[in-house]
């Protein structure tokens, strides 16, 4: 007997299974984008690199990350779309076992670019086959499936500490995140693919306006950006200012990727309640306050702990919320999910690298000055698009 299927109907059954499977799934990509900061000062041993050379694996991994996004987003209009997210997964999961082997940077950087594009494509298919599943009701579920995304990058640095606990390198640790790639892949090529919404069925009608895109496009950038520079960058700031070692610092970005897991949780009831809008608000008067509580007192340990928790508390719903705002006011297809994440790519490519070369040359400080400027041009941006949904009457 099946308690799950004898309960609810078919048709319930299937949506559920189908998004388990994609929660399983984006705890790989949170693995994935929480690996490369913890690592990196072992990366830079690994290839005999300075700083601003080693930051380039941030660069090369958000533009595979921009072409996966692009390239799935096409693959998921055509293509049955859990076939392109196991692609995703193997792939990620070979590349993964490669990253402690290569002694070279340009063909570290190359491992890193197709890492990239496996979590790009498999970024756009759980956020776009989850829409599809759900339709206009996908905001508490969207909150979940970046709950699991946030479960993975919690545990990947834990598992990366604990791992160079036991061998004193990387290896092990890699190979473990590569085998935790994989769970996902059996159970969805059991299940069928959704296929897409119209835009009638998910209650909007027309084309696309080109501002509904690339507004939450460009908001999309500038989060990732500050997200990613944030659990990039924040333990090699910590160990630099000399706020902790090595293995502590591993656990600070432990914690910020763990805070953004639980602000996850706690806005799944959240947004089965409030606007979208209202929760990106609050989201980013959060980060605002906790980038300046560590500006404020940047020698102090409790201040660099408790703003590191307040800014994953505050980024936990920007971006499920960016895509359930969108998906209110049009028809999201794979082609529109992959131009958001490659926004959101972009700007992965961007913050992290630009922190990278001048960290060395300005200082650490010059981290938490990227991050404040890069939410300020977010809540900008977020401002005109509410303005915009109000001028064409969809507030």
């Known amino acids: 007997m099946n308690l799950l299927t004898d309960s609810i109907s078919p048709e319930h059954a299937d949506r559920t299974y189908k998004t388990i499977g994609y929660f399983i799934a984006f705890i790989a990509v949170g693995l994935m984008a929480a690996a490369l900061g913890p690592t990196l000062l072992d990366l830079s041993k690994q290839t005999r690199t300075e700083w601003d050379e080693i930051a380039i694996l941030f660069t090369v991994h958000a533009l595979g990350y921009f072409i996966g996004s692009l390239l799935g987003g096409r693959l998921y209009d055509r293509m049955p779309g859990h076939r392109v997210m196991v692609g995703g997964l193997i792939t990620m999961a070979i590349m993964m076992i490669l990253v402690p082997l290569i ?183 959060g980060c605002l306050v906790s980038a300046g509580v560590i500006m404020l007192w940047p020698s102090s340990v409790e201040a660099l702990w408790l703003g590191t928790l307040g800014m994953g508390l505050s980024m936990a719903s920007i971006f499920p919320s960016t895509f359930s705002l969108a998906g209110r006011h049009m028809a999201i297809t794979g082609q529109i999910s992959g131009y958001f994440l490659a926004g959101s790519s972009a700007g992965g490519m961007t913050v992290p690298l630009l922190i990278g070369q001048l960290f060395e040359g300005v200082g650490p400080q010059v981290t938490m000055y990227a991050i404040m400027i890069t939410i300020i041009l977010g809540i900008g941006i977020f401002a005109a698009w509410m303005a915009y949904l109000a001028r064409v009457g969809e507030g």
């Not at 990239?116 to 979940?144: C, E, F, K």
């Not at 700031?237 to 902790?244: C, D, P, S, W």
């Open 103 to 285: 002694p070279r940077l340009p063909l570290l950087a190359i491992v890193w670019l197709i890492l990239g594009v496996g979590s790009g494509a498999l970024d756009v298919g759980g956020n776009t086959l989850l829409i599809w599943v759900h339709g206009r009701q996908v905001g508490p579920y969207m909150n979940g499936l970046h709950f699991f995304f946030g479960v993975g990058a919690f545990l990947a640095p834990i598992i990366i500490a604990q791992a160079m606990g036991i061998s004193g390198d990387i290896v092990l640790a890699y190979w473990a995140l590569a085998i935790l790639m994989l769970p996902a892949v059996p159970w969805l090529l059991r299940l069928p693919s959704p296929k897409p919404l119209s835009a009638a069925e998910n209650g909007q009608a027309g084309k696309a306006k080109p501002l509904l895109i690339l507004l939450p496009a460009l908001l999309l950038f500038l989060y990732v950006g500050a997200e990613l520079a944030f659990g990039g960058w924040i333990s090699t700031y910590a160990v630099t200012l000399g706020l902790e070692d090595a293995i502590s610092a591993a656990y600070l970005t432990s914690a910020f990727w763990g805070a953004l897991t639980v602000g996850r949780l706690l806005t799944i009831p959240l947004a089965a309640r409030f606007r979208p809008r209202w929760l990106l608000l609050v989201s980013f008067i």
